[in-house]
């Protein structure tokens, strides 16, 4: 890909470009994020559903849950951080494809969906990688009161972490700098 055609240009111009490729190529851009998020979506919601059915929160008759309700939730509450984890991986690699899908459309190559996910396949392991960090770090730092700032503005600033892996080519350590 000729990736020298990104000139340098101020953000407003690059946003402006952007709006003008997803309006150009509108078809394409809605297909890389429904062919991946309208299936999860599908999914999710019929495995909260089960889990739900599976383990049930109760209602004490003294109006609210006890200790012992809130307890044997522990397996309901696994289930859920499990389907909301996958979730963030879907839309982590979502994104990697639209990545992929808006750089082609800028140097004047045609999109598929199917060649945008492709892409990202062969970049699995160091998206995987940069995802585990991120989250890891990410996670870590929430935990305690004084790092939620800081997990605040490294979530936010890896969010181009993707962009990183995927136009730079780059492994999910070297992303992170």
């Known amino acids: 890909m000729a990736l020298d055609r990104l000139d340098p240009k101020s953000s407003f111009d690059r946003l402006g ?3 003008v490729l ?9 297909a890389i ?6 299936p999860w979506a599908l999914l999710s919601a019929v495995l909260v559903w089960l889990v739900d059915q599976r383990w049930p929160i109760p209602v004490s008759d003294q ?8 307890l044997g939730q522990t397996p309901n509450l696994m289930a859920n951080a499990a389907i909301g984890s996958i979730g963030l991986v879907v839309t982590f690699v979502t994104m990697a494809a639209m990545t992929r899908a808006v750089v082609c459309c800028q140097v004047g190559q045609g999109v598929r ?19 585990t960090l991120t989250t890891a770090v990410g996670g870590a730092l929430f935990m305690s009161l004084i790092g939620i700032p800081a997990a605040i503005y490294f979530l936010v600033t890896w ?14 350590r070297q992303a992170l700098r």
């Open 33 to 38: 994020t429904v062919v991946v998020q309208v």
């Open 159 to 172: 969010t181009f972490i993707v962009a990183v892996v995927i136009l730079e080519g780059q492994g999910s």
């Open 22 to 30: 997803y309006r150009k190529h509108f078809t394409e851009v809605l």
């Open 113 to 131: 969906v199917g060649e945008a996910y492709a892409f990202v396949l062969s970049r699995w392991k160091a998206l995987l990688g940069s995802f």
């Open 63 to 70: 109006g609210g849950p006890t200790l012992k309700d809130v």
């Open 17 to 19: 470009e952007v709006f």
